[in-house]
């Protein structure tokens, strides 16, 4: 990791004092890192001590005419291989998701070219509160990496979830966020937003419709194009898996914040959709829990409305449209056939169809046909993983050997 550098905001909180810490892991990995402290930062931690342990001045103000000298915020804010925001304050998430800037932190956010991380620490009410909430899932949907919380024993005497993670637990995913690709691929320079996994469509606030979608196959396809040097964007529904490595994860839970998640990171040279997107939801979400009537066995309708279409939306779209447009097909008979259908249907250049009638669906195996215009090619059965790795080598060939890509 030598050689690699972070731009470190840290914010206003009790745990301010731990980015002290952070500081000195990452540099036992040879990571270098630029402070940036708040002003409320600074109630808690002193200039001085991130000076010593950083080996570099810390920047302060905005309009500071001796830093601006040294370096424009501009520039510091580019100048690190990635952003991290540690302790990230309910504030400083709420002026990032809004993007405002009206001091040096918040301005370097927005002006920023670089992956950002958060590490939240705040008291467990500010943290659980809708405004929160929301601010979360924005920053999560542009892209940045917001981790979970500690749940334990706060500074302010309550329990619950809104500790800083632990340093070490911080660092780890620095170095996860660092170790992604290096320039060495060939799909360097190629952004490719990938779908993945099952949507959740509430009926209220306890009940959803989903599917078995384990998301395996949409994560080893983000991780093989990782590995090949893509900026990778995985937009994936609730599941169980770790986000591969040089991967950025941007987390939702339905159809309609997934189409959203996914248009947000356009413009894109590949799009590859592999979420089992729900196709319905429920026409309306209750606020309250449904009660039952009581033992009556009356039926009960529920109303459904269709969801987006993503790969649909994206394969014919008129501007930004990826120039690579890969949808999956799930079917349980006449695969080929369907798999056509939905290729002229959705506007996609290639169809991968799998058959899900035996234990496709979170199993770990796939059997899977790549159907294009120029006709259908068969695999053999193969790990899912492996799977990823093929057709990640064919998205790279398609790109730069055209010859050599199948089914052209
Ligand atoms: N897809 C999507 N948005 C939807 C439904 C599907 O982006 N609302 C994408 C999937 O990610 C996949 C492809 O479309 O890449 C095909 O999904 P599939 O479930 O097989 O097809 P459907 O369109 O749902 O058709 P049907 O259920 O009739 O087979």
């Given at each position: 990791m030598d050689g690699k550098r972070i731009l470190l905001i840290v914010g206003g909180g009790i745990a301010a004092y731990k980015s002290l810490e952070l500081i000195r892991l990452l540099a036992k990995d040879g990571i270098g890192a630029r402070v940036i402290l708040t002003k409320a930062g600074a109630e808690f931690v002193t200039p001085l001590s991130l000076a010593a342990l950083s080996g570099d001045k810390v920047y302060q103000e905005l309009f500071s005419l001796t830093d601006e000298a040294e370096m424009g915020h501009i520039e510091l804010s580019r100048s690190a291989d990635l952003v991290v925001v540690s302790p990230a304050t309910a504030d400083l998430m709420a002026k990032a998701a809004n993007g405002l800037a009206n001091d040096l932190a918040s301005t370097a956010l927005l002006a920023t070219d670089k992956p950002v991380l958060m590490a939240p620490a705040m008291n467990v009410r500010m943290w659980s509160h809708a405004a929160t909430k929301r601010n979360v899932a924005q920053l999560r949907a542009d892209g940045v990496t917001v981790m979970e919380p500690d749940v334990g024993p706060m500074a302010c005497g309550e329990f619950g979830p809104g500790r800083l993670p632990e340093p070490e637990a911080i660092a780890k995913q620095i170095r996860a966020m660092l170790s992604?690709?290096?320039?060495?691929?060939?799909?360097?320079g190629f952004r490719a937003v990938i779908t993945a996994g099952p949507t959740r469509e509430p009926l209220d606030p306890v009940r959803f419709i989903s599917n078995h979608s384990s998301g395996k196959q949409g994560y080893a396809i983000a991780e093989a194009l990782a590995r090949l040097g893509a900026d990778v964007r995985l937009v994936t529904g609730p599941t169980q898996l770790p986000i591969p490595d040089g991967v950025t994860a941007i987390r939702v839970e339905t159809a309609v914040e997934m189409n959203d998640a996914a248009k947000s990171q356009l413009p894109a040279d590949i799009f590859v959709g592999v979420a089992a997107v729900a196709d319905w939801r429920p026409a309306t979400r209750a606020q309250g829990k449904l009660k039952l009537k009581?033992?009556?066995e009356e039926k009960v309708a529920l109303q459904l409305v269709e969801n987006p279409d993503i790969l649909k939306s994206i394969g014919t779209r008129?501007?930004?449209?990826?120039?690579l447009v890969i949808g999956f097909a799930a079917e349980t008979n006449d695969v080929e056939k369907h798999a056509k259908g939905k290729l002229t249907r959705k506007g996609a250049d290639w169809v991968i169809a799998n058959d899900?009638?035996?234990?496709?669906?979170?199993?770990t195996d796939n059997e899977v046909l790549l159907v294009s215009k120029a006709g259908t090619e068969r695999w053999p059965r193969m790990a899912k993983a492996e799977v990823a790795l093929k057709l990640a080598d064919r998205i790279a060939a398609h790109f730069f050997d055209p010859e050599s890509s199948a089914a052209e």
């Open positions: 992604g690709p290096t320039g060495i691929g060939p799909l360097e009581g033992g009556t008129k501007k930004d449209r990826p120039r899900v009638s035996g234990d496709v669906m979170g199993g």
